[in-house]
């Protein structure tokens, strides 16, 4: 089960940090990666970080804003956003699965989402 949170009304460049808390499995054994879903748009893909070797990726739309981490003591990963802007507005969910260089691929458990919304 993952449970996200840490999503909020925020305006144009503030932070915030979002949590997925893991359990039911071993987190050390997969990777976790982020989505986000905004109205009228794609699924993109944000983030995701291995378990393997702590390798990550990120989006062009956030690479240098946001930063991924995981506490294998806190089954939890983070999502570090920084610097946001309104086209960061959707929701987010935490994924199971793999990461790869092209981002979260083979998610088979998803986070129920937590919106987050950057406007003034």
């Known amino acids: 089960q993952l449970v996200d949170s840490g999503g909020g009304l925020v305006q144009p460049g503030g932070s915030l940090r979002l949590s997925c808390v893991t359990s039911?499995?071993?987190?050390?054994?997969?990777?976790i990666g982020w989505f986000r879903q905004a109205p009228g748009k794609e699924r993109e893909g944000v983030s995701c970080?291995?378990?393997?070797?702590?390798?990550?990726y990120y989006a062009d739309s956030v690479k240098g804003r946001f930063t991924i981490s995981r506490d294998s003591a806190e089954n939890t990963v983070y999502l570090q956003m920084n610097s946001l802007k309104p086209e960061d507005t959707a929701i987010y969910h935490c994924?199971?699965?793999?990461?790869?260089?092209?981002?979260?691929?083979?998610?088979?458990?998803w986070g129920q989402g937590t919106q987050v919304t950057v406007s003034s």
């Open positions: 039911g499995f071993t987190l050390d054994y997969y990777a």
């Open positions: 970080i291995n378990n393997s070797d702590g390798s990550t």
């Open positions: 994924v199971r699965g793999g990461c790869t260089s092209k981002g979260p691929v083979n998610y088979d458990v």
